[in-house]
């Protein structure tokens, strides 16, 4: 489906199909962001011990390298840059590639780092980016095209970098019914996480990682522990899986 017919009102498209959960597009945003920062934290900690392992000195301890955690970033299918413009005050280089060019039009921040391309021909060269991030776009990819999107998301990452997905939960009965009720998503085929972490693993990542979120439709530190304690439970609304590529 192209996503130009939609870009002039999509955020009004996607907030009359939440209105049957009560919440706007802005919580789930929030939520995103939060697991994009994890991902990159977690992205810090793996470069940082990497780096202990390889730089011992012969004597004393280790001296360690400025770890460039997730220093290039690329948002595939960023739209209208809904979630770019929240990253870009957050990470240090934050770029988006959509196939839609009316969509780009409508961007808020308008740069040469948004770029007309979809995610089977990302026009870049290989390992060029920290992190690779696709959000809610991998259900809108042919299933028989989705093996070649991520080995190109794949390719444009490093070694050491990382790609994180979010996508839908087929077994959660209210996503289904926003899902339905949504223009957008009317060629959506969803996948479980059982699905995505094999392709990821295809794909030749490793150390993958997954954690249901969206349980609860409110803000707060407690309701966030309490989703925390609860990743493991398939009833999330979307689900977060990051892997690296070695």
Known sequence: MSFDEHSADYSQKMERALTVVGLEHDFFFEAKVRHILEAT??????????????????????TLPAVPAAGRVLEIGCGIGLLTQRLRPLLTDVWGIDPSISSLGQAASRDGRMIAADGLRAPFADETFDLVIAVCVLHHVPVDQRAAFLAEAARITRCGGMILLIE?????????????????DRDAVLLAQTEARRRLAAAGLSDIRSRYILFFPWRGAVWRWLE?????????????????RR
């Open 41 to 62: 934290r977690r992205l810090g900690a793996c470069a940082a011990e990497r780096s202990e392992r390889q730089c011992w000195p012969s004597l004393g301890q280790p």
């Open 168 to 184: 839908h939960n087929p077994w959660n009965p209210l996503t289904r019914i926003v899902v339905g009720r949504c223009e957008l």
């Open 228 to 244: 925390a304690r609860l990743a493991w439970l398939p009833l999330g609304g979307q689900y977060v899986i990051d892997a690296v």
